[in-house]
């Protein structure tokens, strides 16, 4: 952990900056999209169906990442950690718990998605009253598992199951891999089949069937593609450092090339605001109404 005043090493004042910068960024975009989902669920009721309310939970999940980062914002620009050993571990604990909801409630959405244009499983009797096509207990049960899951794998570093400590540049805190243990390497390995490598699984093989089912007669109205990828690309790089550090240890890995899979992971939020919200047409949803004058102006949008 850097000292007050002074610069972690291996690093410049410059990049330092960079880092809380782009860190910066990362969370605002994150919360402000996010948030702007959240937003929509709670205004409109139509968007209160099952199938939205996966999406609303990786909102969350998303959101929680976001703020994790403007943490390690904040610590980046004053160039320390000013929260104490007790605050990297919640630190830690927190930004671990949110980013295995967001990678599990990615799996939630792609599943749930292919069991609403593919399948009669989990779904409601059509033309129940207030019915949508995924039934509500499947669409909570599923939410209640990722979050229950998330806690479960995040509180275990914190028993002595691996660990969590502050990241090279010193001003933030993620899952300890410095110490290459046999402790971490265990965790490491149970926690990455289970909420990496599955949830990638889920994923990919959830929309490679619903092209399949529906490319025959019609095109799916969701990114196939690109919710696979998001996960692959953006969470890949973070779960390779480790494996790397579990296997060969972090002295051929220079520091900074370790933060650059934790950059490119604070970017997920985003991408998966733009790919789930809307790309399901939730901020197109939002109560708009036209105003009184619009004549001479144009149209002019405010809400209700």
């Excluded at 050993?85 to 990678?103: K, P, V, Y």
């Excluded at 959405?109 to 292919?114: C, I, M, N």
């Excluded at 399948?119 to 207030?130: D, L, N, V, Y």
């Excluded at 605001?273 to 004058?293: D, E, F, K």
Aim: net charge positive.
């Amino acid at each position: 952990m850097a000292e007050a005043g002074s610069l972690p090493t291996g690093f410049g004042e410059l990049e330092v900056l960079a880092v809380g910068v782009v860190l910066l960024v990362e969370a605002l975009a994150g919360l402000s999209l996010n948030g702007l989902t959240i937003f929509s669920f709670c205004k409109s009721p139509e968007l209160r169906t099952p199938s939205h309310l996966l999406v609303l939970s990786l909102a969350l999940a998303d959101s929680g990442v976001s703020l994790n980062a403007l943490a390690a914002a904040t610590a980046s620009l004053l160039r320390r950690w000013p929260y104490g050993s007790g605050g990297c571990q919640a630190h830690g604990c927190q930004g671990f718990a949110a980013a295995l909801a967001s990678i599990c409630g990615s799996a939630a959405v792609a599943w749930g998605r292919y069991h609403h244009y593919c399948t009669r499983w989990g779904f409601q009797e059509e033309g129940s009253p207030g019915s949508s096509r995924l039934a509500w207990r499947t669409a909570a049960s599923l939410v209640l598992f990722v979050w229950l899951s998330s806690a479960f794998w995040a509180a275990l570093p914190l028993l002595g199951w691996g660990h969590y400590d502050y990241e090279p540049l010193g001003t933030c805190c993620s899952l300890g891999y410095a110490r290459g243990s046999r402790n971490f390497t265990s965790f490491l390995f149970v926690m990455a089949l289970f909420n990496f490598l599955l949830p990638l699984f889920i994923t990919f093989t959830s929309y490679r069937l619903m092209e399949q089912k529906l490319g025959r007669t019609r095109t799916p109205q969701v990114n196939t593609t690109l919710p696979a990828r998001t996960l692959l690309l953006g969470w890949g790089p973070y779960a390779l450092l480790h494996l790397c550090a579990a296997l060969a240890g972090t002295a051929l890995i220079p520091p900074r090339l370790q933060v650059v899979p934790a950059l490119i992971a604070k970017m997920v939020p985003t991408v998966n605001a733009v790919n789930y919200a809307l790309g399901s047409g939730i901020w197109q949803r939002l109560p708009l109404q036209r105003s009184g004058r619009d004549s001479a102006q144009g149209a002019t949008w405010v809400l209700r």
